[in-house]
């Protein structure tokens, strides 16, 4: 399985970006996917995640209500609408597909950027 984000950019506090995840590959063993967010110098942490099979969402709390998840399977994509943005949003955001093998897959990341 590969997949490669695009989408990251530089914007202020308020905007909007959408992030999108290409996958491709043995994407029929996948399950699940998500976000997870990686602030400078801090762990990378699970923003959003998709279920394959009835599309269920779950969503940290910091990004409840501003985040919206979702995906497009007929283009093998992934997206991640960000809305509201704030400072603390900044940071590295990575695609990440769970199979049912348990092997778990990592895009190389796609720099997010929020001024104030």
């Known amino acids: 399985v590969q997949l490669v984000e695009s989408g990251g950019g530089l914007v202020q506090a308020g905007d909007s970006l959408r992030l999108s995840c290409e996958v491709s590959?043995?994407?029929?063993?996948?399950?699940?996917m998500g976000w997870y967010h990686q602030a400078p110098g801090k762990q990378r942490e699970l923003v959003a995640v998709?279920?394959?099979?009835?599309?269920?969402?779950n969503y940290a709390d910091s990004v409840k209500g501003r985040f919206t998840i979702s995906r497009d399977n007929a283009k093998n994509t992934m997206y991640l609408q960000m809305g509201s943005l704030k400072p603390e949003d900044t940071g590295v955001y990575y695609c990440?597909?769970?199979?049912?093998?348990?092997?778990?897959?990592w895009g190389q990341g796609t720099q997010v950027t929020v001024t104030s």
């Open positions: 990440n597909a769970h199979l049912t093998t348990r092997r778990t897959y």
């Open positions: 590959g043995n994407t029929f063993k996948i399950n699940a």
């Open positions: 998709i279920a394959r099979g009835d599309g269920s969402t």
